[in-house]
């Protein structure tokens, strides 16, 4: 490996590190306890974790069968659609926000026709905190299994149509397996992903206390009358964060080594 990379190599990590220095620098560690297991910072806390979880099911769900039309269907109709899909990544939250607001909320057309015709309000509630989640979050996953499908290639499936599989069984028997090692990494991404949403989130769902003031919500309010208070929870969300990465990552790459 060239020396010469050890540098930039050097000033990324402190890129990352150093913010978080800063974080535990100002934290009030003789409030540290007490700030972060106030009933509010749990309600928050408990909140993300439900949410983020019922995002991730529902990015595996929609994401999957997604990533699999992106991976093995052609054409210029799917390159547009590949760029839609990651769409999100590049797009501001609050943009995204606003899209959902009006698309689901009350004047919008899909939400009024919820409205209408089954009394349901999407914005606002802990579903719109599920929505925006998953909307920001399922490209990660997409993402990361079509890009295994994509290097793994067709042949394998390719051969099983041949012996005689129907579609479906090649899909569940063949593409599924090959699917699990990335699906493990990339549902972990999505989990982190939605677990640190903050844009989309208040801009769709809003800030109400235990029903949609997630985590990352919550330290925004805190900023505004306690700082001290907004550092510890900031300090517990990456916390929360890294223990989830550090605890699924390894099984996904092991599923990847086997």
Do not use: H, K
């Not at 990544?89 to 698309?103: E, N, T």
């Amino acid at each position: 490996m060239p020396r010469v990379l050890w540098f930039p190599a050097a000033l990324a990590l402190a890129l990352v590190l150093l913010p978080v220095a800063g974080l535990l620098v100002r934290t009030d560690y003789a409030r540290l306890p007490e700030l972060i297991t106030s009933p509010a910072s749990l309600n928050a806390l408990r909140l993300s974790l439900v949410t983020a979880l019922l995002s991730t099911v529902l990015c595996v769900l929609l994401g999957v069968p997604l990533a699999v039309v992106l991976a093995r269907a052609g054409g210029r109709a799917v390159r547009l659609l590949r760029a839609v899909v990651l769409l999100p990544l590049v797009l501001p939250p609050v943009v995204g926000g606003l899209a959902l607001l009006f698309l689901l909320g009350r004047n919008g057309f899909l939400g009024y026709l919820l409205d209408v015709v089954a009394g349901v309000r999407v914005p606002f509630t802990t579903a719109a905190v599920v929505v925006a989640q998953t909307f920001v979050a399922m490209p990660f996953l997409v993402v990361s299994l079509e890009g295994a499908l994509r290097g793994a290639g067709d042949r394998f499936e390719r051969v099983a149509a041949t012996l005689g599989a129907r579609p479906w069984t090649v899909f569940r028997r063949v593409t599924v397996p090959l699917l699990l090692p990335a699906l493990g990494s990339g549902a972990v991404l999505s989990f982190a992903r939605a677990l640190g949403e903050f844009g989309a989130t208040i801009t769709f769902a809003g800030s109400l206390e235990g029903v949609t003031r997630t985590l990352p919500v919550e330290i925004y309010q805190r900023a505004e009358t306690d700082v001290d208070s907004a550092v510890a929870l900031a300090l517990l969300l990456i916390v929360v964060a890294v223990v989830v990465i550090a605890v699924a990552r390894p099984r996904a790459l092991e599923g990847v080594r086997s």
